[in-house]
């Protein structure tokens, strides 16, 4: 006699609180696609998430018709803070923090390390996670109190935290590379190319570079930006950077949304 296949709903309450939330079709695309291990994966309407998969993202519609199980949206709720649209929510394995180390410290580097220094917002964190692992940047960093696998992060990252390494660390700790710090004093980074091994770091919005960070600078770099303009978007701010990286690099990231 075979034994009885695990309940979605026992797997979920047992491991919620020692797994990474992933809210929503997308998120769970993407760490389907970047090699997350995903031990439970409910939604409200599993034909319609289906439908959503062969439509949007057919490589990985086989994959989740194995992981999907169907529940009732009374249950779903129970098990979301933020019912999301697509009525799909997931639980998946941070990967070891070992691993992601080693990945941030592994050299020559061919893409950058994206560093946000002390950051407050964590909606703003997650945008960052999505670009750097659109741009294909070897890892991102967080200093200061800001976790980076916090679950509104992850939300904000739509899943992308398994397709780069994403890591909190201290500064005397972060990777090795040519430290280029953005700073509204510093040289206008149109006049510099970014080297592929460059470590990128970003101050909070509201108190700019730390000191310990600003000590260890090799560069300071500032974006054109209009007078009497006090500044960017976080996220923006690090996407006009790895956009100007891009432009130089090789580009591993080609590709189609």
Same mark, same amino acid.
């Given at each position: ?7 979605? @709903?026992?797997?979920?309450?047992? @491991? ?23 031990? $439970? /994966?409910?939604? $409200?309407?599993?034909? /319609? ?7 949007? /993202? ?6 989740? /018709?194995?992981?999907? !199980?169907?529940?009732?949206? &009374? !249950? ?24 992601? @180390? ?36 070897? =890892?991102?960093? !967080?200093?200061? !109190? @800001? ?5 509104? $992060?992850?939300?904000?990252?739509? =899943? ?10 201290? $500064?005397?700790?972060?990777? &090795? ?77 080609? =590709?189609?949304?």
């Amino acid at each position: 006699m075979t034994d009885p296949a695990p309940d979605p @709903l026992s797997t979920w309450r047992r @491991l919620a609180d020692t797994t990474v939330l992933l809210d929503g079709f997308h998120a769970l695309k993407h760490a389907v696609r970047f090699g997350a291990e995903i031990p $439970v /994966a409910v939604t $409200v309407d599993r034909r /319609a998430a289906l439908a959503l998969a062969e439509e949007l /993202a057919p490589d990985v519609r086989e994959p989740l /018709a194995a992981l999907l !199980t169907e529940v009732p949206e &009374p !249950t779903y709720r129970t098990l979301v803070a933020r019912p999301h649209p697509t009525a799909v929510a997931a639980l998946a394995v941070r990967p070891p923090r070992a691993a992601n @180390l080693q990945k941030l410290a592994h050299t020559p580097r061919t893409t950058p390390v994206v560093v946000l220094d002390n950051p407050r917002n964590l909606g703003n964190a997650g945008a960052v996670i999505r670009l750097a692992a659109g741009f294909g940047a070897t =890892g991102v960093v !967080t200093t200061g !109190t @800001l976790d980076p696998w916090h679950p509104t $992060v992850v939300r904000g990252g739509a =899943g992308l935290h398994f397709a780069t390494a994403v890591e909190h660390l201290e $500064v005397a700790g972060l990777p &090795p590379g040519p430290l280029f710090a953005l700073d509204p004093e510093g040289d206008d980074i149109r006049d510099i190319a970014l080297p592929d091994d460059a470590v990128l770091a970003f101050g909070s919005e509201r108190s700019g570079l730390s000191p310990e960070l600003r000590e260890r600078t090799d560069h300071l770099v500032a974006l054109p930006m209009r007078p009497q303009v006090s500044s960017y978007n976080l996220a923006t701010s690090v996407a006009m950077t790895l956009y100007h990286w891009s432009l130089g690099a090789k580009a591993p990231f080609r =590709g189609v949304y």
